[in-house]
């Protein structure tokens, strides 16, 4: 089974339906298909999660992501490490100095 591995611009494009969004959208289905593994890097997450929340606030962005970790044939790897993005993108609720 061939691996692929997505970076945080992969992630962002796909959610944000930036281009290049079918590609991912297509290794996604793949994904889901069996036919191929996706995996994210706890740091390329957090920097999705900086970068999104920045374009649309932390709530928003903290939500695509959940969206994105629920399907489960795309985010093995990243099972529970939501907060583990928030820490590597040193982005808090209560934190607006994060985002400047």
């Known amino acids: 089974m061939k691996v692929y591995v997505l970076d945080a611009s992969a992630v962002i494009r796909y959610l944000t339906e930036g281009v290049g969004e079918e590609k991912v959208a297509s290794l996604i289905r793949r994904s889901g298909n069996g036919e191929t593994r996706l995996v994210v890097s ?59």
């Open 42 to 100: 706890v740091i390329n997450w957090g920097e999705a999660l900086y970068s999104l929340a920045k374009i649309a606030g932390l709530a928003k962005a903290t939500s695509d992501l959940k969206t994105l970790e629920h399907f489960s044939y795309c985010c093995r790897a990243l099972k529970g490490s939501l907060n583990q993005a928030f820490a590597s993108s040193a982005v808090s609720s209560g934190s607006s100095s994060a985002m400047a």
